[in-house]
C-alpha cells in the first residue's frame, strides 16, 4: 500500500517561471492538505481540498498560488511567476473522511528552488 | 497560532526514556493531542494521540494529566534515529476537514 507520492522531490525554476508540485494521495483518501515549510523554519498550512473542491485555502498566498484536486488524478499546487521567496519544502498529507483517529500521512516533500 | 507551549529543545542519552512535555492549557473538550515528529527535513510522521485516556502504541506512550492541561510523549529507550522535531498538536477530533496546525516544536537530540 503505497504511501502519499509527491513528485518531483527536486525542482528547480529560474525567477518568473511556473512550478508545478503533484501530491497523489494514499488509496482510500479523499482529503489532501497541502503545507510550506520555508528553511529554518516551522510547517505551515496552504490549502485543504477534497476531491473537486477547496474547502479551506485560509493560508494559501492570495497571488500566483492555486491548488486543485481534480476527479482524477493527483493534487496539484501550482505557483505561477515563482520568486525567491517561493524556494520551499512543500508537503502533501492525506487522510480518510474520518482521518481524526490517526491524523494525515504525509508525503516526502517536493524541494523548490527558485534561482 | 498554534495552541501549544514545547520547549525548543531537549537533550536525551541514547536507551534512556525521553520525556517531552507540551502544555494545552485551553484545550477543549472535544480536542484531542495529537503527537507528529520530523526527522530532518522529511515529511512529519504521526506517532500517537489520545483524548483523555494515556495511550500507549509500538513507538510511544503518551501520558494526559487529569485536567487536561498537558501531556507528555514518552519514548521508551530512545535511539539516534530519534533525533527531530517533535510537534504536539491539539486539534478537534472526528473531522478529517480541519488542518493541522503545526508550532516550533521540540528539538530531540538523542546522544550516545
Known amino acids: 500500500n503505497a504511501g502519499v507520492m509527491q513528485n518531483p522531490r527536486h525542482l528547480v525554476r529560474r525567477r518568473g517561471q511556473e512550478a508545478r508540485l503533484r501530491c497523489s494521495p494514499m488509496?482510500?483518501?479523499?482529503?489532501v492538505y497541502w503545507y510550506r515549510q520555508l528553511p529554518e523554519e516551522g510547517l505551515k498550512f496552504m490549502v485543504y481540498?477534497?476531491?473537486?473542491?477547496?474547502?479551506?485555502e485560509s493560508g494559501m498566498p492570495k497571488e500566483r498560488f492555486s491548488a486543485e484536486f481534480p476527479k482524477e488524478g493527483p493534487s496539484i499546487l501550482r505557483i505561477q511567476q515563482v520568486v525567491r521567496g517561493d524556494s520551499a519544502a512543500y508537503f502533501c498529507?492525506?487522510?480518510?473522511?474520518?482521518?481524526?483517529?490517526?491524523?494525515?500521512?504525509f508525503g516526502s516533500g517536493t524541494r523548490l528552488t527558485v534561482v | 497560532d498554534a495552541k501549544t507551549t514545547q520547549p525548543p529543545s531537549m537533550d536525551c542519552a541514547e536507551g534512556r526514556a525521553a520525556n517531552l512535555p507540551c502544555n494545552h492549557s485551553?484545550?477543549?473538550?472535544?480536542?484531542?493531542v495529537y503527537w507528529y515528529r520530523q526527522i530532518h527535513s522529511q515529511g512529519p510522521q504521526y506517532i500517537i494521540h489520545?483524548?483523555?485516556n494515556n495511550e500507549t502504541n509500538e513507538m510511544a506512550s503518551l501520558i494526559i494529566t487529569e485536567d487536561r492541561k498537558s501531556s507528555t510523549l514518552i519514548l521508551p529507550h530512545a535511539t539516534l534515529r530519534d533525533t527531530a522535531v517533535y510537534y504536539c498538536?491539539?486539534?478537534?477530533?472526528?473531522?478529517?476537514?480541519?488542518?493541522?496546525?503545526f508550532g516550533k516544536g521540540t528539538t530531540l537530540s538523542v546522544s550516545s
Open positions: 498529507a492525506s487522510s480518510t473522511q474520518t482521518g481524526a483517529n490517526y491524523g494525515y500521512t
Open positions: 488509496k482510500g483518501h479523499s482529503h
Open positions: 481540498l477534497q476531491k473537486e473542491n477547496i474547502i479551506d
Open positions: 485551553t484545550i477543549s473538550g472535544n480536542e484531542y
Open positions: 489520545g483524548l483523555k
Open positions: 498538536i491539539v486539534r478537534v477530533g472526528g473531522q478529517a476537514g480541519t488542518a493541522l496546525i
